[in-house]
């Protein structure tokens, strides 16, 4: 799999860029929840307050807050009051909260001083319970309550007296008594906020904040209305970046793993090319095309899904961890342990279950392919013999044992997501559950449970994304072994590191000098002691019956196969040691099957060099007697070609590739059987032109006919693959 990921070097900034985009985006993600419990907490909760400080306080409220509290001088250096002269810090939040047009008396408002929020926080833990007891006391049943037990112990108080004490406010009476009585007095109130949870105490200091606010005249619904519309956008800003940034992510992610696919293609074609027919018999048809499509698709598959695992997923995993543990209850982390164990649970009997079939399913798309090539291939004879049934069953099977193995894997896989919603769901319900009794309890607030929902989901998404790629891995890691094994493959037949040039002084000379050939992996030799040599100007003829070695001995001509005993020199040189360029170039091969392409009748015929003139064009045309079936047609040289040469005639299709390969003016012209599907006469006709256009080449004949080859020079007759006879004519 590596080896196949290193052609991603090619997209190295794509890849860079991915990257940091996944980070911006991992990194926004995480910020989300926080933005949610902001809104629930301290916009909707808490009216838009943030802490239990007020940041603006009457001189009068200060001096009664100040009573509950031993720490003055520490409230107080953080507050100043306000004078005639305001500073820009106090301006700032006269207009924030009491508006523009305010008309605020000196020495009667005490005005928070600019500070960082981590000193606000001290502060509010200082301010906490003394805002607490402030706003107890001013309560009228807790009123009550303590004046009741004020009058209680002092049993000889008079009656007016007693009265005096029930109409006097409160705070003043608790301002006028000594500090000791004071304190008893207060003590089971104090004790009681104390054993309190700290969120408890927030909520309630940051109520007492609120209503300091109102007596002060601040508009308490804006302030509310303010900070819910600003988190709200800051909340849209953020969502917006993460947006842009999964946008882009996909779309360089679609690139890349579409150049990657590209690059596969390529290399596997270029490959292919170079293959012998060795490693071509080794690698069928059908297998080249699956790897070469099915298997890459997994690839680009798997790499447009591999960027936000390996770096999106471990972020959010961990990240989203750590926002749990430092911004929410710790004690509900337990919920996001089962929830993990859950999911892998799932994933890995899948996978146990699931990946024995994905290597079956792709070995079987190769079946299915070959076997409909064959059918296709040979439809005609398949009609012939009237076996469309048979076929039919013949691919059914092979379909069927596709479908089956398919449906297995489909059938698993689409289980996986139900289930894992299933567990999301029930997680949901598990984490309302318990923070639920949290949020009785006061240990937590609505909007940290929404938060630990939010990131709870986040972990289990970013742990599925690992599984899901689990599950995906392995089928790519079967598709890249495929592909490296084609890349990987060495051709048998290449070029020596120090070639030698082609001896012009022997032009067109070939001999065979005892020359034996078998194929790979063969025991027996199909060619033996093969020794014959083919002048230019002459023709050479090679006859034999059925299965004696004549198609063998042309492929060794353009190092198809190589030799495997004794030497074949042309040009006087072993072709072992000369360039298979070189030597393919002097060489004009007309296959015994007649191939063409699809495209025109111009474009088959100058297949070997498209700048090639018309003259040039036209007059192999006339020498392979296929100018006259070609001006017979409409568009006449422009004529399609449909894909293998199907909408032409056998014969027709046999005398273009003839022309091809007069066209190209070769010194040695090798025709493997290629004038079978001619009738007599246009044979003896294209014998008769091609031996004035050959004179002065070497003309190899492959044929079944004796009048193919009766005015060949030399005749070389193979018998299980010797040569029986060796006859100059």
């Known amino acids: 799999m590596l080896k196949v990921l290193k052609n991603l070097k090619k997209s190295f900034w794509s890849v860079v860029v991915i990257v940091i985009l996944l980070c911006i985006q991992a990194t926004t993600d995480l910020a989300l929840p926080d933005y949610t419990s902001k809104i629930v907490n301290i916009g909707i909760q808490a009216g838009g307050i943030e802490t239990a400080v007020p940041e603006v306080i009457a001189k009068e409220e200060m001096e009664k807050l100040l009573i509950f509290t031993e720490q003055d001088e520490e409230i107080l250096k953080n507050y100043t009051l306000m004078k005639e002269e305001r500073s820009k810090q106090e301006e700032k939040m006269v207009h924030k909260y009491l508006g523009k047009d305010n008309k605020i008396e000196p020495d009667t408002i005490y005005v928070l001083k600019e500070m960082k929020q981590e000193e606000k926080e001290i502060l509010s833990k200082i301010m906490m319970n003394p805002l607490m007891e402030m706003a107890t006391l001013q309560n009228e049943e807790t009123a009550s309550q303590i004046k009741e037990q004020m009058i209680a112990n002092m049993p000889n108080i008079p009656e ?26 207060l003590e089971q109130f104090t004790h009681k906020i104390d054993e309190m949870q700290d969120s408890i105490k927030e909520q309630a200091a940051v109520g007492a904040v609120k209503e300091l606010y109102k007596k002060l005249g601040v508009d308490t619904d804006k302030l509310q209305n303010d900070y819910i519309l600003i988190a709200g956008l800051q909340m849209l800003g953020v969502a917006s970046i993460t947006m842009i940034s999964a946008i882009s992510i996909m779309l360089l992610s679609s690139r890349v793993a579409a150049k990657l696919g590209k690059t596969l293609r390529d290399k596997v074609f270029k490959k292919v090319i170079g293959f012998s027919n060795k490693e071509l018999s080794e690698f069928s048809t059908a297998s080249l095309i699956t790897r070469s499509t099915n298997d890459i698709q997994q690839i680009q598959q798997l790499i447009t899904m591999l960027f936000r695992v390996v770096v999106y997923a471990p972020i959010i995993g961990i990240g989203g961890f750590i926002k749990v543990l430092t911004n929410s209850d710790s004690q509900m982390a337990w919920i996001i342990g089962v929830a993990i164990l859950a999911v892998l649970f799932v994933v890995g009997t899948l996978f146990i279950a699931v990946m024995p079939s994905f290597k079956k399913l792709q070995e079987l798309v190769d079946k299915i392919n ?96 690992i599984s899901m790629i689990s599950i995906m891995l392995p089928r790519a890691a079967v598709s890249a ?231 060949a020079d030399q005749i070389v007759v193979l018998e299980d693959g010797k040569c029986a006879r060796n006859r100059n004519t």
Not at 666 to 683: G, H, N, Y
């Open 160 to 185: 007016p007296q007693k009265q005096a004490i029930q109409s006097q406010n409160l705070m003043d009476l608790i301002k006028s008594i000594p500090e000791e009585q004071r304190q008893q007095i």
């Open 481 to 711: 072994r495929r592909i490296n094994e084609v890349i990987e493959t060495e051709p048998a037949i290449k070029d020596i590191p120090d070639v030698k040039k082609l001896d012009k002084s022997k032009k067109g000379l070939v001999e065979f000098k005892n020359v034996s050939f078998h194929y790979p992996d063969a025991d027996t030799e199909v060619l033996s002691d093969i020794n014959f040599t083919a002048k230019p100007g002459e023709t050479t003829a090679i006859i034999g019956s059925t299965g004696s070695g004549k198609s063998t001995v042309v492929n060794l001509l353009p190092r198809f196969y190589d030799v495997t005993g004794g030497e074949l020199l042309i040009d006087g040189v072993n072709v072992k040691e000369v360039s298979q360029k070189e030597l393919r170039d002097i060489i004009g091969l007309v296959p015994q099957k007649g191939v063409l392409f699809s495209g025109t009748i111009e474009s088959n015929i100058k297949y070997a060099d498209s700048n090639m003139s018309d003259k040039q064009m036209k007059e192999a045309a006339e020498i392979a007697q296929a100018i006259e079936f070609i001006e017979e047609k409409e568009k006449q040289y422009e004529e399609s070609i449909a894909q293998g040469g199907n909408n032409v005639s056998g014969g027709q299709k046999q005398r273009l590739s003839i022309a091809r390969a007069i066209a190209k003016d070769p010194e040695i012209f090798v025709f493997d059987d290629s004038f079978s599907a001619l009738d007599f006469k246009t044979d003896s006709k294209l014998r008769e032109s091609l031996a004035s256009k050959t004179k002065d080449k070497t003309v190899i004949i492959v044929a079944q006919r004796i009048s193919t080859i009766l005015n």
């Open 370 to 465: 070959q076997v409909a090539r064959e059918i296709l291939t040979g439809l005609p004879v398949i009609r012939a013999f009237h076996k469309e049934e048979k076929e039919e069953e013949r691919f059914e099977k092979a379909n069927y044992k596709l479908m089956k193995t398919d449906r297995f894997v489909s059938r698993a896989m689409s289980m996986m997501m139900p289930l894992l919603m299933l567990i999301m769901n029930s997680i949901m319900i598990l984490i309302v559950w318990v923070g639920g009794h949290n949020v009785d309890q006061g240990v937590m607030q609505v909007g940290d449970m929404m938060a630990f929902i939010q990131y709870t989901m986040q972990i289990v998404m970013a742990f599925l994304m």
